[in-house]
């Protein structure tokens, strides 16, 4: 830390994101991201758009919030794009907590979340989930403070109904409830059309998973007019440029794309069920995910040491250091191709351990 570092940092302990590793050329399985790459579509009209890259992005994004509204059946003033989800998590921290409003959100979800609550010194309250890893509900009514939730949630993979959703919001009138559906098009239920109900309400959702645009960064938030309102006014205070113009175009080229996307998160919930059965039969405990990922675990090897020993043979998962769930690890699910090395690998490893 420099000298000149601000005394209301220092002692922020940033987000740590998952290993991006340059060396060796691993079956990467450890982010969340798409196996599947964009479409030709998308990749032309970027190339395009570069061309006019010496112009400012629309800082509306016009084009992109249109369509948008179109597929999410919300109209274009409930619809604020931003960079990556993240962007628009950290806006909302700022804007729906401060010392008198806290935060509350449960005790294994999202790493972000307290890092935007102490890098805008926030206070917060994690609720523990339960003993089999779930949410309940019950937890954040009345909470008298924002509530920020996962649904799936990350790094479990479980997903709360809707109705159970909308409980929380009818009860909490007074606090923002933000439910971050970064990977709700793997099964889950978007809670997007309770924001036609609802003036305290905000959904996230991002193009980094089911839409193949992880290193573009795009994210979408849905909320009310006035909820908006707040956001924007972050946005055109810290950077009205947030989407750059190759990604507002990528975003509205994919949204056009929509059944690509859709048919790639069928294939990968087929994949995710055929990864659970097979490290079921293996012995795994495999928490029933409605994600891109399974959240596994065995008696027969620790959670890091597993991670360790797939490393070395080329595959990448994460682990969390957090003492809850040190002993799982979090298995992004790819191709039916990689998922079979990444079975093959385990299979290998369980065996060299029971040597
Ligand atoms: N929410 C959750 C639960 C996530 O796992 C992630 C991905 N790290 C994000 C939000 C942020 O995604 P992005 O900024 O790429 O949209």
Known sequence: MSKYFSKKYALLTPYTPGEQPKDTQYIKLNTNESPFAPPPSVVQAVETEIKRAQLYSDPECTALVKKASEIFGVNTKQILPTN?????????????????????????????????????????????????????????????????????????????????????????????????????????????????KYDNLLVTQTFSKSRSLAGARLGLGF?????????????????????????????YTALCENAYFMDNCKVICENREYTANELTKLGFEVLPSKTNFLFVKTDEIGGRKLYEELKKKGVLVRNFTSERIKDYNRVTIGTKEEMEIFLQKTKEILKEQRQ
Not at 84 to 98: H, P, R, T, Y
Not at 114 to 143: C, E, Q, W
Request: aromatic share 12%; net charge negative; with cysteine.
């Open 84 to 196: 990556g989800s993240d962007e628009i998590l950290n806006f909302a921290f700022m804007a729906f907590c401060d010392k008198d409003t806290p935060v509350v959100f449960p005790d294994i979800s999202y790493g972000f979340y307290s890092v935007f609550a102490n890098l805008h010194g926030i206070p917060y309250k994690t609720v523990p989930l339960k003993s089999d890893f779930s949410i309940d509900y019950r937890d954040y009514m009345h909470a008298n403070a924002t509530v920020v939730i996962a649904n799936p949630n990350a790094p479990t993979g479980l997903c709360l109904p809707v109705w159970q959703i909308e409980e929380i919001v009818k009860s909490n009138p007074n606090n923002v409830v933000v439910i971050d559906e970064a990977y709700v098009d793997f099964g889950g239920e978007s809670c997007i059309p309770l924001i036609h």
């Open 223 to 251: 909320a009310c007019e006035s909820l908006l309102a707040d956001l924007n006014t972050l946005k055109y205070s810290t950077n009205p440029y947030n989407v750059n113009r190759m990604t507002a175009m990528a975003g």
